[in-house]
């Protein structure tokens, strides 16, 4: 049973059916009203309806010596007399100071929330008022769908939750923030799907299929096309090859491209576009990049070149390396059955797609899936090949486990073909980014300040934290090879940064882009481990910001 979540400016009128006589559990409908408290007992949003309920929330407080820390809880059940005249159960959640409140809050108090009335409520009202900014309200909607995901398919016994229906009531909410949040939440819960199958269950091609059912259910917005290893091979992207060519299961490059914006030219590859938007050549002129327009006319005769036009999407890149052993290179034992989710990269390009379907932003998008299979055999690559990238650079191949910057390199070779606004790669790069970082924050590498500017407004805005970090031109000797162009690895020193000082190396001079490294922040591990679904939320901020 799926949560559900309105909007209201009063509160519904909901009752408590007591139980005074032995009766079937399902007959009986609990309901909840939950107010937020702070630590100096101070209510947090109030609304015609809420003054009938202030005795009973006195006592409660008085009586429970609720000091309102955050994620503290007190409810009373509507046992009181007084309930009567005013029947809801009362929940009371604390907030802690508001002066210090952010996203951690937010997570704190919707987790809080769903947790004492999952199992025992079916509908809660929680009184919000206006007391809330809409940052903070987008936070406490997606958290509160968030709460209630659950990946236990593959469990013999399922039990379901209770809460079904949850009403916000405000006078300033509208339900198209609560609909925007639900539509992120719907791309967070693919993500997190995919990432949490089994490495026997989700490999290369499982991906593209789920983003060829992506495209059947909305033929109107997306179109897919994949990629194998075939068309990778007279593509010349041999970086990728090195890495897929070890697996019994073959790589896949698959492309999604996502046409929400209802006067930009089709999103797909033509010769033919020049002709159509003939009104428009000098609009399309001013906007491009001279060197970008150089190279187009020096390829103009190619039948794969994206011809360019007034709308140039946003790339989104994802490592999907949907098992990693580490090749030959393998890694301990320990642990390794969380490398299912080194495809965490890609899982959040496929769900931001979803997302932006369900929420239909005006704006072009291109996502594309790197995903492949980092396996050892006799085919795998050995540590000291060389391999030729799609834009020709010779790279030795040092370390078969720093496959995730192989495969993306000759797919951001391949993507520039969009001539994009922006390209932006998220991956499971490198332990070296959890040393730096841990798992609040992922670390953003960036050439150009609009793009960077733009990922840290939307991190502050959606609570998906991240973090920019250095990329000084120093750092690039470490990538010197005494026989090839570059080397796949830089050394222990830096090595986040020397990753993506080697993804720097195939975008060309003059194309914006940014390097999400989500090592630290994609999954849970331990006991509980669990795919985030991060940074879903953060790119459909960074896109809505964009399309509006």
């Known amino acids: 049973m799926s949560l559900s979540i309105s909007v209201s400016k009063t509160l519904p009128k909901l009752t408590t059916k007591k139980l005074l006589k032995k009766s079937a559990p399902e007959a009986v409908q609990s309901h909840c009203l939950a107010v937020l408290v702070d630590d100096d007992a101070n209510l947090i949003g109030s609304f015609k309806g809420l003054e009938a309920y202030k005795p009973r929330i006195e006592a409660l407080i008085a009586a429970s010596n609720f000091k309102g820390k955050l994620g503290e809880t007190v409810a009373d059940f509507a046992l009181a007399a007084d309930a009567k005249k005013t029947p809801l159960q009362l929940l009371l959640v604390g907030i802690g100071n508001p002066d210090k409140f952010s996203s951690t809050s937010i997570k704190k108090i919707a987790s809080a929330l769903y947790k004492n009335t999952q199992s025992r409520v079916t509908d809660l009202a929680i009184a919000i008022g206006d007391d809330l900014a809409d940052d903070s309200l987008h936070q406490l909607v997606l958290e509160l769908l968030n709460a209630s995901y659950r990946f236990d398919k593959y469990k013999s016994e399922q039990t379901d939750a209770a809460l079904n229906q949850i009403t916000l009531v405000s ?51 997306l179109q897919v096309t994949v990629l194998g290893e075939s068309e990778m091979q007279e593509l010349g992207m041999n970086c990728f090859l090195s890495v897929s060519r070890g697996s019994a299961r073959e790589g896949q490059l698959v492309i999604l491209e996502y046409k929400g914006q209802a006067n930009a030219a089709p999103i797909n590859t033509t010769s033919s576009l020049a002709d159509t938007l003939a009104n428009n050549i000098k609009a399309v002129a001013d906007k491009l990049p001279k060197k970008s327009a150089k190279t187009k006319a020096a390829k103009v005769a190619a039948d794969d070149v994206v011809e360019e036009h007034f709308d140039a999407p946003i790339v989104l890149v994802g490592k999907g390396v949907t098992f990693d052993s580490g090749g030959i290179s393998i890694k301990p034992g320990a642990a390794m059955d969380e490398m299912k989710f080194d495809m965490g990269g890609s899982a959040s390009v496929l769900g931001t797609i979803k997302a932006l379907c369900e929420a239909r932003l005006p704006i072009n998008v291109v996502g594309a899936l790197a995903c492949a299979e980092n396996m050892p055999s006799g085919e795998a690559t050995r540590p000291g090949d060389i391999v030729k990238a799609m834009n020709g650079m010779n790279v030795e191949i040092l370390n078969t486990d720093a496959e995730g910057r192989l495969v993306l390199a000759d797919t951001l070779c391949y993507v520039q073909r969009y001539n994009p606004r922006a390209i932006i790669d998220v991956a499971t790069l490198t332990g070296a980014c959890v040393v730096a970082l841990g798992h609040v924050r992922s670390a953003v590498f960036s050439n150009n300040e609009d793009v960077l500017f733009d990922l840290e407004n939307a991190s502050e805005q959606s609570g998906d934290l991240i973090w920019h970090m250095p990329m000084d031109d120093e750092y690039q000797t470490q990538l010197d090879s005494p026989i090839a162009d570059i080397q796949n690895i830089g050394g222990r020193d830096g090595g986040a940064i020397t990753a993506a000082c080697f993804l720097s190396r195939f975008v060309k001079e003059d194309q914006a882009w940014a390097h999400l490294d989500i090592a630290g922040t994609a999954w849970v591990s331990g006991k509980e481990k669990a795919a985030t679904g991060r940074p879903v939320p953060l790119f459909m901020q960074y896109l809505k910001n964009l399309a509006q």
Do not use: I, W
């Open 171 to 221: 006078s300033s909410v509208a339900q198209a923030d609560v609909d925007y949040a639900a539509a992120v939440h719907s791309g967070q819960s693919l993500a997190r799907d995919v990432a949490n199958e089994p490495g026997n269950v989700c490999f290369p091609e499982y991906m593209a299929d789920q983003a060829r059912a992506l495209a059947k259910a909305y033929p109107e917005l």
